[in-house]
């Protein structure tokens, strides 16, 4: 069945640095899009990236372009959110996506947080 993994969350200071990983298994990866989204405690979820399946289009939310970089390798089965400049403002917990024939599936997700 579709899985979808994420990791590499945790408690950053402000102007630091995660790394977010998404492991897919279940489906063949390379040949769907991939997004990532975050909700933060009592907001809606909101769009963050989106990645198409061989990563060479990207396309990112005005609040995190030129922070984020959104990527993956498709030989790991695995997408990737590098984010950079880290605010408070994106303390969230992150998941990634993907819509596979009509469904969406999803992660877990993951708690990033932003704080001194």
């Known amino acids: 069945q579709v899985q979808l993994v994420e990791s590499g969350g945790g408690l950053v200071q402000p102007g630091g640095s995660l790394r977010l990983s998404c492991a897919a298994s279940?489906?063949?990866?390379?040949?769907?899009?991939m997004r990532w989204y975050r909700q933060a405690p009592g907001k809606e979820r909101e769009f963050v990236a989106r990645?198409?399946?061989?990563?060479?289009?990207?396309y990112y939310a005005d609040s995190v372009k030129g922070r984020f970089t959104i990527s993956r390798d498709n030989a790991k089965n695995t997408g990737y959110l590098q984010m950079n400049s880290l605010k408070p403002e994106d303390t969230a917990v992150y998941s990634c996506?993907?819509?596979?024939?009509?469904?969406?599936?999803w992660g877990q997700g993951t708690q990033v947080t932003v704080s001194s």
């Open positions: 990645i198409s399946n061989s990563g060479g289009i990207t």
């Open positions: 996506n993907a819509l596979i024939y009509f469904s969406d599936y």
């Open positions: 279940g489906f063949t990866f390379s040949n769907y899009p």
